[in-house]
């Protein structure tokens, strides 16, 4: 599959997402996993076009992104959960220095 900036203009992308798309792939560009993983470098939103594409490719690529958001996710409470724990003995910390001040 080939994709154009005229085709992303037809999905209706937005100014700034064709011109990024023609800076970094002026003629255009084969899907390959190279090209994939320069549209992200470059700061195109590729999820954004997969969700415009026709529902079986929709679909297959939702199901191959669902345990990828799923692991976000976790990840994402893991580090919450240790950035909660870090700014309660923060608290912890100042209030003790605080009352070891206090005459």
Do not use: S
């Amino acid at each position: 599959m080939k994709i154009t900036a005229e085709a992303l203009k037809r999905l209706n992308a937005c100014a700034d997402q064709v011109a990024l798309f023609e800076q970094h792939f002026p003629e255009g560009c084969i899907v390959t996993e190279e090209a994939a993983l320069k549209a992200v470098a470059a700061g195109l939103d590729v999820a954004w076009f997969m969700r415009r594409q026709e529902r079986p490719l929709r679909e297959a690529y939702e199901q191959q992104a669902r345990p990828l958001w799923e692991a976000y996710a976790q990840q994402r409470r893991l580090l919450r959960e240790a950035h909660e724990r870090q700014r309660a003995l923060c608290a912890c910390r100042v209030l003790l220095a605080a009352e070891e001040e206090t005459p």
